[in-house]
C-alpha cells in the first residue's frame, strides 16, 4: 500500500476523500433509546463533527450542529420542549430541520430569523437505531434494503459501543475468516455448542488457512471461506461487507439469529459499533434477548458499563472479568467480542498500512480497501458512488456444500437473498 493510499483510508474529516464518500450513505448515528421527546439532548460525535440529538414533542429526531448560530453556546444545554430546541444562552430556537423557530432576544417585528438556517442532517429512525444522511442533500440516496431495517421490531436487537481503534479495524475483524482459529480458538468454540455447531468446532478450530474466495456486487463484496468438513463435504461461512461500513457475519447453523455491525467513525481514531441481530421470520426469543443483553461468549454484543457506551470489559482492566484465570493476557479474555476489541484496539489507531504484508488470507480485506479507494477517488472526480438499495439485501451463513459444487455463491444465492421468504433454516 502506497502512502497516499493509506492517508485516504485513514482520514474521515469533511473534505478528504473518504470522509465526502462516507457522507454519501446513510449512517448509524445512535441508538433510538437514548432520545426522549423533550428530553435532555444527546451528544454525538460522528466523522470527526460535534452533533447534538434530541427528540422533540412529536417524537421526531433532529441532528444539529452543537453551537448555536448565534455565538456558539452548546445546545447540549439547551432546553428541549414545545417543538424545537432553544439555546440557553439568549433563547434562539432551533427545529430539526435546523430552522430557527425563535430569537427572543430581536425586536418583535425583526425578521432576521429568516435568516439563518444551522447546520441540521437529516434523521431517519428504524428498528431502533436513528440514521443520518451527511452529505449534499441533492444525492441524498434511499435508505438501503439491509434486511434488519425492514423486518418487524420486534425481530431485532441493537446496540451500540465506543471502540478506541480506526474504524476500518473494527470493520476488517468482521470480513477476516482466518483468525478465528488464533484468536478465537478451540476453547472459544467448545462454547457454541447451544448453536448445534458441535460436529464444526474442529473445522474451524483446525482450519488454520480457510480458502478464501470473494464475489465483487455493485455495493460490495461477498467472502467465502472454505474449510474441510468431511470427505463429502466443505464447510463454509459465508459473510458480506456492503458499502461503506456495514458487515453481514456468517451466521450459525439452524434457526439462529443472524447478525452484523455498522463500522461508523466517531473520528480518524475512533469507532462507533452498532451491533445488529435480527431473524428474518420471528420474533426473537427471551433468551437471545438475554444473551444479547449480557454480552454472551459467542456474541458480538457487550456488558457496558452503566450509563455509557464503554464496554464493562475494557483496555482498563485487560478485557476481562477481576479474577479471571490465566498467567498470560490473552488468556484471561474469553469472550468473542472481547477478543475482537482487545485484538483491533492493540493495532493502534494511526498504524501505517504501508508497513503490513498482506498474504493470501487477506484477500478480502485487501479488496474491500480497494473498492473504499477508487469510491473515494472517482466521489472527489465527481462520479456518485454505488448507492442502489436493492444491492443491500444480503445476509450471512454457513453451511455444509459438497465438495465438487462448481459455484458456492450460485449454490448459496438463495439463502443469502435477505428476503424472509428466501429464508431457509438449517441450511
Known amino acids: 500500500m502506497t502512502p497516499r493510499e493509506n492517508e485516504i483510508l485513514s482520514q474521515t474529516g469533511k473534505g478528504s476523500p473518504m470522509g465526502e464518500l462516507l457522507r454519501r450513505y446513510w449512517l448509524p448515528a445512535l441508538l433510538a433509546r437514548e432520545l426522549e421527546a423533550d428530553g435532555a439532548p444527546v451528544r454525538v460525535r460522528l466523522l470527526g463533527e460535534d452533533l447534538i440529538a434530541f427528540r422533540d414533542t412529536q417524537g421526531r429526531v433532529g441532528l444539529l450542529g452543537e453551537h448555536c448560530s448565534h455565538r456558539g453556546a452548546s445546545l447540549h444545554l439547551a432546553k428541549n420542549g414545545e417543538g424545537g430546541l432553544r439555546c440557553w444562552y439568549h433563547g434562539w430556537k432551533y427545529g430539526i430541520d435546523g430552522t430557527c423557530l425563535d430569537m427572543p432576544n430581536e425586536p418583535p417585528a425583526s425578521q432576521f430569523k429568516e435568516k439563518v438556517r444551522h447546520l441540521a442532517y437529516p434523521c431517519i429512525e428504524r428498528n431502533g437505531i436513528v440514521l443520518t444522511y451527511m452529505g449534499p442533500q441533492e444525492k441524498r440516496p434511499p435508505l438501503?434494503?439491509?434486511?434488519?431495517?425492514?423486518?418487524?421490531?420486534?425481530?431485532?436487537?441493537?446496540?451500540?459501543?465506543?471502540q478506541d481503534?480506526?474504524?476500518?479495524?473494527?470493520?476488517?475483524?468482521?470480513?477476516?475468516?482466518?483468525?478465528?482459529?488464533?484468536?478465537?480458538?478451540?476453547?472459544?468454540?467448545?462454547?457454541?455448542?447451544?448453536?448445534?455447531?458441535?460436529?464444526?468446532?474442529?473445522?474451524?478450530?483446525?482450519?488454520?488457512?480457510?480458502?478464501?474466495?470473494?464475489?465483487?456486487?455493485?455495493?460490495?463484496?461477498?467472502?467465502?471461506?472454505?474449510?474441510?468438513a468431511d470427505p463429502q463435504h466443505h464447510y463454509w461461512r459465508i459473510g458480506a461487507w456492503l458499502m461503506p461500513c456495514f458487515t453481514a457475519l456468517p451466521s450459525f447453523p439452524g434457526d439462529a439469529a443472524l447478525g452484523g455491525h455498522a463500522w461508523v467513525p466517531v473520528d480518524d481514531t475512533k469507532v462507533w459499533a452498532f451491533g445488529i441481530s435480527w431473524h428474518p421470520t420471528r420474533?426473537?426469543?427471551?433468551?437471545?434477548?438475554?444473551?444479547?443483553?449480557?454480552?454472551?461468549?459467542?456474541?458480538?454484543?457487550?456488558t457496558m458499563i452503566p450509563g455509557t457506551f464503554i464496554a464493562a470489559r475494557n483496555k482498563s482492566n485487560g478485557y476481562a472479568e477481576p479474577g479471571a484465570p490465566g498467567s498470560q493476557p490473552w488468556q484471561r479474555i474469553t469472550n468473542f467480542q472481547d477478543q475482537d476489541t482487545a485484538i483491533t484496539e492493540s493495532i493502534g489507531a494511526a498504524f501505517d498500512r504501508t508497513r503490513?504484508?498482506?498474504?493470501?488470507?487477506?484477500?478480502?480485506?485487501?479488496?474491500?480497501?480497494?473498492?473504499?479507494i477508487d469510491a473515494a477517488l472517482a466521489c472527489a472526480d465527481g462520479t456518485d458512488p454505488p448507492t442502489d438499495a436493492a444491492g443491500y439485501r444480503y445476509r450471512g451463513l454457513?453451511?455444509?456444500l459438497p465438495r465438487d459444487t462448481a459455484s458456492w455463491s450460485d449454490a448459496v444465492a438463495e439463502s443469502?437473498?435477505?428476503?424472509?421468504?428466501?429464508?431457509?433454516?438449517?441450511?
Request: charged residues 20%; proline residues 5%; hydrophobic residues 40%.
Open 144 to 162: 438501503p434494503q439491509l434486511e434488519w431495517l425492514g423486518v418487524p421490531e420486534s425481530h431485532v436487537y441493537v446496540s451500540k459501543r465506543y
Open 165 to 228: 481503534c480506526h474504524w476500518l479495524q473494527g470493520l476488517e475483524g468482521d470480513i477476516d475468516s482466518s483468525h478465528l482459529a488464533f484468536l478465537h480458538g478451540i476453547g472459544a468454540m467448545e462454547q457454541v455448542a447451544e448453536h448445534d455447531m458441535a460436529d464444526l468446532r474442529q473445522a474451524v478450530a483446525q482450519g488454520s488457512y480457510p480458502k478464501l474466495e470473494i464475489v465483487h456486487t455493485p455495493c460490495g463484496i461477498l467472502q467465502g471461506a472454505r474449510r474441510d
Open 283 to 302: 420474533a426473537l426469543a427471551a433468551q437471545e434477548l438475554r444473551w444479547f443483553r449480557e454480552g454472551t461468549p459467542t456474541g458480538i454484543h457487550s
Open 356 to 372: 503490513e504484508f498482506l498474504g493470501s488470507t487477506d484477500i478480502v480485506i485487501a479488496n474491500t480497501r480497494k473498492r473504499l
Open 398 to 400: 454457513s453451511c455444509l
Open 416 to 427: 443469502m437473498d435477505a428476503r424472509p421468504e428466501t429464508f431457509q433454516p438449517g441450511i
